[in-house]
């Protein structure tokens, strides 16, 4: 029993500060929707409309991520610290790179968008710049991204936290200094994202720096193993993301027709769900960075005990958190917007979805280590099948005589269900962990 405990704390260890980080990066679009929310009904209308189109960014951002911790962890664990250079500067350039091809696209079909999401004729122009001065401030995020990855899959998950929170607070107090300060509104967004992205990139210099991990920077060199992992782990995890987009443009098709206001409580709701799922994902890959890095050392009988421990730290948060939100969800919806009528359905989702946020965690953690072990492909089938039948039932149920609370009854429901996917994961690691050769790097 002392190895499972073991495991335990030292997951405690590292996920806390991710977990940190992962919060105050998701709690940033949750205060920015509070401040435009008391702003004008109009901002906070446009800023719901986005929250598809910033999956997309999400998407990136998780897949430079993923697969740079994923290759820094198994680097480490091997220890070929020297290889970690090469992996952050190509990681750097492809992020970019990818980011600013993304942006384009945006800018080019931001209209059809509009249309897509039914948008009001009398915000319609004000959703088009918004979106296209946002995308390309969201290109920049993505430089940020590898060094904090570097960082945390070597162990220093402290460290990246620091690059992540401090870009989060500039960017809130940008937010809120602009928005009233400056009269900018909902632009002041695309600006202090901007803002945020260089005292992010400030820290991140330092923190390399006392880390001593880039002894000799080659920003030249192209590194072959970056680009393996990014395969592997990088593109399923995206494609993981670009589901999520459609699932959450199907959710505001399918609550479209309801009208402005809960269009918009249904948008708060998901964007404060988006915090509270944070503590599962960070666990998934403190487990996972746990996993990678015995993996690496080629200690294969450790890996499901890693495993079981995350599991078990999951159960232990989401208790208590899954009992809170139910609990307190009037409270928290109606400091979030004047607007009564969109407090009032968010609290409505909160209430009925919350109590299975017990079962979507254990489901996250369990998706999050299958991702980050190379078998996020099936992470993405299992993905693209669960967000796909949960958009047909959710279509079903509130084109008859139904309305929004059995959509998301249908969605409380299907987190129940979706807690069989931790049984794919132990069935995946134990294969690993039965595997009768070392993985190639």
């Known amino acids: 029993m002392t190895a499972p405990r073991t495991d335990s704390a030292g997951i405690l260890r590292l996920g806390a500060p991710i977990g940190a980080a992962m919060v105050g990066a998701v709690l940033l679009p949750l205060l920015v929707f509070a401040i435009l929310g008391w702003l004008s009904s109009d901002a906070l209308y446009v800023r719901s409309l986005y929250i598809p189109l910033s999956q997309l960014f999400v998407a990136l951002i998780v897949a ?7 290759a820094v962890a198994r680097a480490v664990g091997a220890r070929r610290t020297d290889d ?5 500067w190509t990681s750097i350039a492809l992020s970019f790179a990818f980011g600013a091809a993304l942006t384009v696209v945006v800018v080019v079909t931001a209209p059809a968008l509009a249309d897509l999401l039914h948008v009001a004729p009398h915000a319609r122009e004000l959703f088009i710049g918004f ?4 995308s390309a401030a969201s290109a920049l995020l993505m430089l940020p991204i590898a060094p ?12 990246a936290a620091v690059i992540t929170l401090g870009g989060a607070l500039v960017e809130l107090s940008a937010v809120a200094a602009l928005a009233y300060g400056t009269g900018l509104g909902v632009w002041s967004v695309p600006v202090s994202m901007a803002m945020a992205t260089a005292v992010a990139l400030t820290i991140a210099a330092w923190q390399l720096r006392r880390s001593g991990l880039i002894k000799s920077p080659r920003r030249g060199t192209v590194n072959r193993e970056a680009l393996v992992y990014l395969r592997r782990v990088g593109l399923p995890v995206a494609g993981t993301f670009v589901a999520l987009f459609g699932f959450s443009t199907a959710q505001l ?3 479209g027709p309801f009208g402005e206001s809960r269009v918009s409580g249904f948008s708060l709701a998901v964007t404060l769900q988006a915090v509270l799922i944070q503590p599962a994902l960070a666990i998934g890959a403190a487990s996972a960075i746990m996993i990678n890095q015995r993996l690496g050392a080629g200690e294969r009988s450790r890996l499901l005990p890693s495993l079981w421990a995350g599991l078990r730290v999951v159960l232990w948060v989401y208790i208590p958190l899954s009992a809170a939100v139910w609990l307190l969800t009037p409270g928290m919806a109606g400091l979030l917007t004047n607007d009564t009528a969109a407090a009032a359905e968010a609290a409505r989702y909160l209430r009925i979805v919350g109590p299975s946020y017990l079962f979507m965690g254990m489901t996250l953690a369990a998706f999050t280590v299958l991702e980050q072990i190379g078998k996020g492909l099936l992470g993405l089938c299992l993905n693209v099948v669960f967000f796909a039948a949960l ?3 959710g279509y079903l149920v509130t084109r008859g005589d139904g309305g929004p609370a059995d959509f998301y009854w249908a969605l409380s429901i299907g987190n129940v269900g979706g807690v069989l996917a ?3 994961a ?11 050769t070392r993985e190639r790097q």
């Open 64 to 70: 430079f991520d993923a697969s740079t911790q994923t």
């Open 84 to 88: 970690l250079s090469g992996l952050m």
């Open 131 to 134: 979106v296209r001065w946002t």
């Open 148 to 159: 904090a990855a570097l960082l945390r899959g070597s162990g220093r998950s402290g460290a």
């Open 253 to 255: 098709w399918i609550m």
């Open 391 to 393: 958009s047909v039932i």
């Open 422 to 424: 931790t049984l794919v």
């Open 426 to 436: 132990v069935v995946a690691v134990r294969h690993l962990a039965r595997a009768g």
